[in-house]
Nanobody, 114 residues
């Protein structure tokens, strides 16, 4: 299983970024996909999840600002991040569970700063 994330970068407060994660080695359409993030000095935290049916869930701090979506044909999950805040600064990781094991992408840095 391989997860390849992209789309991070430096953005000003109030700006937007779109993260993407492409999966291989799994039957993508039947697996839940999620994004987590880890800020410096903090534990990794859940950000958003989308299940195989398209139902979504979010951590309270990003509700109304972030949107997770999936394109099964392209084996890709996206995280659209709007109204970014400095506290969103973190390394963002793509995640899935396959055969009861967690798999993580390499991570992509998101920095929100003026």
């Amino acid at each position: 299983v391989q997860l390849r994330a992209s789309g991070g970068g430096l953005v000003q407060p109030g700006g937007s970024l779109r993260l993407s994660c492409t999966a291989s080695g799994i039957m993508f359409s039947i697996h839940d996909m999620a994004w987590y993030r880890q800020a410096p000095g903090k534990q990794r935290e859940f950000v958003a999840r989308i299940d195989s049916g398209g139902s979504t869930s979010y951590v309270d701090s990003v509700k109304g600002r972030f949107t997770i979506s999936r394109d099964n044909a392209k084996r890709t999950v996206h995280l659209q991040m709007n109204s970014l805040k400095p506290e969103d600064t973190a390394v963002y990781y793509c995640n899935t569970v396959y055969k009861l094991r967690n798999y993580w992408g390499r991570g992509t840095q998101v920095t929100v700063s003026s």
